[in-house]
């Protein structure tokens, strides 16, 4: 079945600066890329999206590319700020189902 | 628009017990997607409904079970539970397969 997997587990980063979080997907087959937000306590939350049609999507700070030759994603944040301390995952979809990456835990210090 | 609700919140159980917990999806969704989320990992995909079939399934015993209703809310019953069903259960709806959106879960705890 569909593996995913993240990296790094944990990041810490000075405010202002970029964060980088990536992962890779098993099955080739694969066509959409979802990253989810989560911060303590409350429920996941979709923050960008990205379908194989396209290598590189833009949400003001927020971007995400794909290389689907080498089955690899990124989330780049840019700009960091003290909301974006969260725990970030990436997901994508393999035979109708969405599957998740580990997460990555990302502190932003003062 | 209403979003995805779930209940109870939180919920106690003992081991061998059974529990079944509720999500009511978002208006105007079809399809309802259970995960487990056990304490610092990501959501583990448990099962989908889709027009009250289920419509795939992750790696889950058969003790792990759902139903979808009518009107696209859906329950997941697990039975004989074990320790380590201890986690919070994320209910996610959607209109197709993509995006999810996810309800705040239910933290259940098995002694």
């Known amino acids: 079945g569909e593996n995913v997997e993240q990296h790094p587990s944990t990041l810490s980063v000075q405010e202002g600066d970029s964060a980088v979080i990536k992962c890779t997907y098993s099955?080739?087959?694969?066509?959409?890329f979802p990253w989810y937000k989560q911060e303590l306590g409350k429920r996941p939350q979709l923050i960008i999206d990205?379908?194989?049609?396209?290598g590189e999507k833009k949400d003001q700070r927020i971007a995400v590319t794909l290389n689907k030759t080498a089955k690899h994603f990124s989330l780049h944040i840019t700009e960091t700020q003290p909301e974006d301390s969260a725990v970030y995952f990436c997901?994508?979809?393999?035979?109708?189902?969405?599957?998740f990456g580990s997460g990555t835990r990302l502190s932003i210090r003062p | 628009e209403t979003g995805v609700t779930q209940s109870p919140t939180h919920l106690i159980k003992t081991r061998g017990q059974q529990v079944t917990l509720r999500c009511s999806s978002q208006?105007?969704?079809?399809?309802v997607s259970w995960y487990q989320q056990a304490l610092g990992q990501g959501p583990q995909f448990i099962f989908q409904?889709?027009?009250?079939?289920?419509?795939g399934r992750g790696n889950f015993p058969p003790r792990f079970s759902g139903l979808q209703f009518p009107n696209y809310s859906s329950e997941l019953n697990v039975n004989a539970l074990e320790l380590d069903d201890s986690a919070l259960y994320l209910c996610?709806?959607?209109?197709?397969?993509?995006?999810?959106?996810f309800g705040n879960g239910t933290r259940l705890t098995v002694t």
């Open positions: 409904y889709y027009r009250e079939e289920e419509n």
């Open positions: 997901a994508a979809e393999s035979a109708s189902k969405i599957i």
């Open positions: 996610a709806s959607s209109l197709g397969v993509s995006p999810l959106h």
């Open positions: 099955d080739s087959a694969s066509n959409y």
């Open positions: 990205i379908r194989s049609n396209v």
């Open positions: 208006s105007g969704h079809n399809t």
